[in-house]
């Protein structure tokens, strides 16, 4: 039998993206020139970064129960669809997963997350004359190319040229009620929390040194202006950990005005050129806030550091130096020990304007922290529990709090003093425990470290 010859040569022809976008969309084209009123030559093809169509994935599946962001997403955008319409003879495809929430004294609840896939969705939006079309266009990647987070599609808004302004317009009020988002190298990730400086037990030195700062810096643009001085601000906060770094930095990334952005610089994933695409995004997005979570273990002193970097230490400084410096650009990095943390970073002036100590909370904010979680706790054998606590952290006066609420709750009663007093001995034995335990060649994993996002 005669072998097949193979060619000495293979043309592989990479199309464009423009190529790319009009081949998703032959099949459709008459059906959305009709919708539009106009060739697809008088359009304008919009990237965004929703899906309103996922509004349209829970109208047709009626009934299913929906993950609570997804269903608040659609609700807004319903506010703004008047109506929708699908291609004629299509069945459209959409992607779901199978998730689980919490739900008070009940059990968990299953709940499905749903992703409108490339079926086109015409949309009669409120103040638009004329039809907007939402599209998802895959995405493909080479064998190895494929990036490590990434979305399944792109998503596009296709519309009259007269109605492209209007429909960014309504885009903003629309992602104005949504849920905030924290950008990373990667994507985003969904911000948990909110801004409320009132939910932060804070020394009178940090609630001047950063939220009275942080607050009346967006106040202060025209001063700085008049004094030709930079308009940002650089934030270091160190210390022991438990004592709300990432609280105080979650409350600043909430703020309505704030967009924020956040790096890993231990993960030996992110490369140089993200953190400067990071930093980039920040300034074209102003205001803008930074966040750098354990400078000292992602860049200490030579004789302390334990891996190879990733991220070039000359890179950081340069971000902190350039698009760190511009207006509108806030830096806020935490450290558990500034003294591990390379010279460079502390010595140049104005990279960080305030430099704040995170302390364990004296006896006032001790018993400010434990009032706050329950006001019964009060009298004589409290301020024993308030002496008993000296050197505790936040996060370890917490657990105590838990640890007491839970005992009490096996009883049957409201959580007393006596629950308290008897959770800071156990808690105390069980520190005791641990530290004469541990042998001098072991260590703890920081596997499970929680971070902000």
């Given at each position: 039998?005669?072998?097949?010859?193979?060619?000495?040569?293979?043309?592989?022809?990479?199309?464009?993206?423009?190529?790319?976008?009009?081949?998703?969309?032959?099949?459709?084209?008459?059906?959305?020139?009709?919708?539009?009123?106009?060739?697809?030559?008088?359009?304008?093809?919009?990237?965004?970064?929703?899906?309103?169509?996922?509004?349209?994935?829970?109208?047709?599946?009626?009934?299913?129960?929906?993950?609570?962001?997804?269903?608040?997403?659609?609700?807004?955008?319903?506010?703004?669809?008047?109506?929708?319409?699908?291609?004629?003879?299509?069945?459209?495809?959409?992607?779901?997963?199978?998730?689980?929430?919490?739900?008070?004294?009940?059990?968990?609840?299953?709940?499905?997350?749903?992703?409108?896939?490339?079926?086109?969705?015409?949309?009669?939006?409120?103040?638009?004359?004329?039809?907007?079309?939402?599209?998802?266009?895959?995405?493909?990647?080479?064998?190895?190319?494929?990036?490590?987070?990434?979305?399944?599609?792109?998503?596009?808004?296709?519309?009259?040229?007269?109605?492209?302004?209007?429909?960014?317009?309504?885009?903003?009020?629309?992602?104005?009620?949504?849920?905030?988002?924290?950008?990373?190298?990667?994507?985003?990730?969904?911000?948990?929390?909110?801004?409320?400086?009132?939910?932060?037990?804070?020394?009178?030195?940090?609630?001047?040194?950063?939220?009275?700062?942080?607050?009346?810096?967006?106040?202060?643009?025209?001063?700085?202006?008049?004094?030709?001085?930079?308009?940002?601000?650089?934030?270091?906060?160190?210390?022991?950990?438990?004592?709300?770094?990432?609280?105080?930095?979650?409350?600043?990334?909430?703020?309505?005005?704030?967009?924020?952005?956040?790096?890993?610089?231990?993960?030996?994933?992110?490369?140089?050129?993200?953190?400067?695409?990071?930093?980039?995004?920040?300034?074209?997005?102003?205001?803008?806030?930074?966040?750098?979570e354990d400078l000292d273990r992602a860049f200490p002193t030579e004789g302390k550091r334990t891996q190879e970097r990733t991220v070039s230490f000359q890179t950081l400084l340069n971000?902190?130096?350039?698009?760190?410096?511009?207006?509108?650009?806030?830096?806020?990095?935490?450290?558990?020990?500034?003294?591990?943390?390379?010279?460079?970073?502390?010595?140049?002036?104005?990279?960080?304007?305030?430099?704040?100590?995170?302390?364990?909370?004296?006896?006032?904010?001790?018993?400010?922290?434990?009032?706050?979680?329950?006001?019964?706790?009060?009298?004589?054998?409290?301020?024993?529990?308030?002496?008993?606590?000296?050197?505790?952290?936040?996060?370890?006066?917490?657990?105590?709090?838990?640890?007491?609420?839970?005992?009490?709750?096996?009883?049957?009663?409201?959580?007393?003093?006596?629950?308290?007093?008897?959770?800071?001995?156990?808690?105390?034995?069980?520190?005791?425990?641990?530290?004469?335990?541990?042998?001098?060649?072991?260590?703890?994993?920081?596997?499970?470290?929680?971070?902000?996002?």
């Open positions: 039998m005669a072998r097949k010859k193979i060619p000495a040569v293979v043309q592989v022809r990479l199309t464009s993206s423009v190529d790319s976008i009009l081949a998703s969309l032959e099949p459709y084209s008459r059906w959305i020139e009709q919708m539009l009123g106009v060739p697809l030559s008088e359009t304008l093809t919009l990237e965004i970064d929703c899906n309103p169509a996922d509004a349209v994935a829970e109208d047709l599946l009626q009934g299913l129960p929906v993950v609570a962001a997804t269903k608040e997403r659609n609700s807004n955008w319903r506010t703004f669809i008047e109506e929708w319409t699908l291609p004629p003879s299509v069945s459209p495809r959409i992607a779901l997963s199978l998730q689980r929430e919490r739900k008070l004294n009940a059990a968990p609840l299953p709940v499905w997350e749903l992703d409108w896939q490339d079926c086109p969705v015409a949309f009669k939006l409120k103040g638009l004359a004329r039809q907007v079309i939402s599209v998802k266009f895959p995405l493909i990647f080479p064998p190895g190319d494929m990036p490590l987070s990434t979305p399944s599609g792109q998503h596009w808004f296709i519309v009259h040229r007269e109605d492209a302004a209007k429909v960014l317009l309504l885009l903003r009020r629309v992602q104005d009620q949504t849920e905030r988002y924290l950008e990373t190298a990667y994507g985003q990730t969904r911000l948990q929390g909110k801004y409320d400086w009132n939910s932060v037990v804070l020394d009178a030195t940090t609630r001047r040194l950063v939220r009275r700062d942080f607050e009346i810096f967006f106040e202060r643009e025209e001063w700085f202006r008049q004094h030709n001085l930079p308009y940002r601000r650089g934030y270091l906060f160190y210390g022991s950990p438990g004592n709300g770094k990432t609280a105080v930095i979650r409350i600043m990334a909430s703020h309505p005005d704030i967009q924020p952005y956040t790096v890993d610089l231990s993960n030996m994933q992110e490369k140089s050129a993200d953190v400067v695409r990071l930093f980039e995004r920040a300034a074209e997005n102003t205001p803008a806030l930074i966040i750098l971000c902190l130096d350039g698009v760190g410096s511009q207006n509108g650009v806030l830096v806020v990095a935490t450290a558990n020990d500034p003294t591990c943390l390379d010279a460079a970073i502390l010595k140049r002036p104005g990279r960080f304007d305030r430099v704040v100590q995170f302390r364990n909370p004296d006896a006032a904010l001790r018993r400010e922290y434990y009032r706050r979680l329950s006001p019964v706790l009060k009298g004589d054998k409290f301020e024993l529990a308030i002496e008993q606590t000296e050197g505790f952290s936040f996060a370890q006066l917490r657990e105590t709090y838990i640890l007491g609420a839970q005992s009490s709750f096996e009883h049957g009663q409201e959580i007393t003093v006596r629950d308290v007093l008897e959770a800071i001995e156990l808690h105390t034995a069980g520190t005791h425990d641990l530290k004469t335990s541990v042998s001098a060649t072991g260590f703890v994993s920081h596997a499970d470290r929680v971070t902000i996002g």
